[in-house]
């Protein structure tokens, strides 16, 4: 049998690790609300531009763009990975890597040259543990990526895309379905293969006001356009590429501290069954030496009386 | 997040600015200035509906020295059954402005190399911002000492 003292040491210290991962989960659990509000909020301009693009293409304009179009050629090809910083989230990072490098391995096969970013420590360790040296890296990017630093990325690959040193951009993500369920995902964001961005269904309330106050006719209201819609076509375009680049930061960050939250509530739970679990061997071990130095006194009583 | 309000009957105009991060402002007004990417537009109730692209000025709601004024960061403006909706990478409060930063990133911009034309754009375009920038932080600063 196992030594008490010992079993209460080890007891002692998983109840310390209880209390860390108890915390952590309490703070991913904050950090997750958090990130889900951003998240929620940024819906609000990805719904806006997927009415803008529905009414120009209801006018007639012609959805006509070097971003839409792909390459008859795929020369360069990117591949951004988002990870995390931070490990203790369960298989997160990991799922992510592991679908990226496959990826990874395919576009190095198919296109004569590849370009590797990896956002995230733990991608870049990860990346280089697998004998992949990363061309590009981001660890500024925490729970909350803000728009303007996503942006400068954007601007950079849509400048390269305009220059033709770029043909072909994969993102590899965690992308958010609800709260129980993420999945890792490989996007080919650049050739935009359509321009709606992705979101709930666009309230109809407002629309359908509009047909009965402007027009008689359902479904068409007459804009106006300044200057063009061609124009402002050219410009929804790369705006509508940012967005999405931006969403799939926003969707990892939430992942992310999903995964933590629900790794670190595990976490807590083992350590709670853990220390159960122990106290009872302790118990049992302790009454067992009692019992035997009881016997070892009414041994000796016995001995005395003979 | 801000719902639709619903379209007024008459004399309002309802303002909704977004940003890729959050909904700016909801409000309801009587006269929306935008800045157009060729000038100014003012959008008064029962405006037609209008699609425009944005340059980098000032959005005013309302009239006078009440105006609520915001920096606009390009994008885009949709007028629509009185619902005036304007997507922008960035929009700032004019107060929260800070003219010597802008300045600053005029300098940088203009010492920046342009040898293709592409850069001649970044350079051009945030040489625009910043000049926009510039001019609306001085002028909020002259209305607050009146």
């Given amino acids: ?306 | 997040m801000a719902d639709h309000a619903a379209p007024t009957t008459s004399g309002t105009l309802t303002c909704v600015v977004v940003t890729p991060e959050q909904t700016v402002l909801s409000e309801s007004t009587d006269f929306v200035a935008l800045p157009l990417f060729d000038g100014e537009l003012g959008v008064a109730p029962k405006h037609s509906p209008m699609i425009g692209r944005l340059g980098y000025g000032e959005l005013r709601l309302g009239r006078g020295s009440h105006a609520k004024r915001y920096y606009i960061d390009g994008g885009f403006v949709q007028v629509l059954n009185d619902v005036v909706t304007v997507l922008t990478g960035r929009a700032i409060e004019v107060s929260h402005l800070d003219a010597a930063v802008a300045r600053e990133q005029l300098r940088t911009a203009q010492g920046r190399k342009a040898n293709t034309d592409e850069l001649l754009a970044i350079r051009d375009r945030i040489i625009t911002q910043s000049r926009a920038q510039i001019r609306l932080a001085e002028r909020g600063t002259a209305t607050a000492r009146h």
């Fill in chain 1, 1 to 306: 049998m196992a030594n008490p003292r010992a079993l209460d040491k080890r007891r002692r210290s998983v109840r310390n690790i209880r209390k860390i991962t108890r915390t952590m989960e309490l703070i991913a659990t904050a950090r997750f609300k958090k990130a889900m509000d951003r998240a929620h909020a940024a819906t609000a301009y990805t719904e806006r531009m997927t009415q803008l693009v529905r009414d120009l293409a209801q006018s007639g304009a012609e959805v006509k763009h070097p971003l839409l179009a792909g390459r008859t050629e795929t020369k360069n090809a990117t591949l951004l990975v988002l990870t995390a910083n931070r490990g203790l989230c369960g298989g997160y990072n990991g799922n992510v890597i592991r679908a990226a490098y496959e990826r990874w391995t395919q576009l190095k096969a198919e296109v004569p040259k590849t370009t590797l970013e990896v956002s995230g420590k733990r991608g870049i360790t990860g990346f280089s543990y697998r004998g992949q040296k990363p061309d590009e890296r981001f660890t500024h990017f925490d729970d909350k990526p803000s728009f303007e630093e996503v942006e400068v990325i954007a601007a950079r690959y849509l400048d390269a895309y305009a220059a033709g040193t770029l043909d072909r951009l994969d993102v590899a993500y965690m992308k958010f379905i609800n709260v129980a369920r993420q999945t890792p995902v490989v996007e080919t964001l650049l050739p935009l293969g359509s321009l709606s961005v992705e979101a709930g269904p666009a309230k109809k309330g407002q629309a359908a006001e509009a047909q009965g106050q402007q027009t008689g006719k359902k479904g068409e209201v007459q804009y106006e356009f300044l200057p063009s819609a061609e124009s402002i076509l050219q410009e929804v375009v790369p705006a509508s590429f940012k967005v999405k680049l931006f969403k799939c930061f926003l969707d990892a960050a939430v992942s992310e501290q999903v995964a933590r939250m629900v790794a670190m509530k595990g976490a807590t739970e083992n350590a709670g069954e853990l220390i159960k679990q122990l106290s009872m061997t302790y118990n049992r071990a302790r009454q067992g030496r009692i019992t035997g130095e009881l016997l070892e006194v009414m041994g000796g009583v016995e001995a005395l009386n003979k």
